[in-house]
Nanobody, 131 residues
Framework: QVQIVESGGGSVQPGGSLRLSCVASGFTSDNYALTWFRQAPGKEREGVACINNSDGRIDYRGFAQGRFTISKDNAGNTVSLQMSSLKPEDTGVYYC????????????????????????WGQGIQVSVSS
């Protein structure tokens, strides 16, 4: 059973930085993807960035490109999201999600950022950006 534990988050002023971490365990192969999602109050959950470990690809949504960096440590299954130049519109609950594949698989972006594509979720952590 895949388990996900998130940490990090908090409150920061606009222009500041935060780092989120996601420890994912229980994978039975290297064929999995880990994606950060976020949900602002009153809005739908949206994808932020993805690491597909099965094909080695990394992807960002447009609003995250250039400001956020997703990375995975080689030793374990920790995926981090380094967020810089934060804006008030980045406020929300951030979730780490995982899905597995039977074999190496390249996902379309529509699949990658569809919350329904993921079967495992963390508890979510709050990120607040305000002055």
């Amino acid at each position: 059973q895949v388990q996900i534990v998130e940490s990090g988050g908090g409150s920061v002023q606009p222009g500041g930085s935060l780092r989120l971490s996601c420890v994912a365990s229980g994978f039975t192969s290297d064929n999995y993807a880990l994606t950060w999602f976020r949900q602002a109050p009153g809005k739908e959950r949206e994808g932020v960035a993805c690491i597909n470990n099965s094909d080695g690809r990394i992807d960002y949504r447009g609003f995250a490109q250039g400001r956020f960096t997703i990375s995975k440590d080689n030793a374990g299954n920790t995926v981090s999201l380094q967020m810089s130049s934060l804006k008030p519109e980045d406020t929300g609950v951030y979730y780490c999600a995982a899905r597995t594949f039977s074999f190496p698989t390249t996902m379309s972006r529509s699949t990658m950022y569809n919350p329904g594509s993921y079967g495992y979720w963390g508890q979510g952590i709050q990120v607040s950006v305000s002055s």
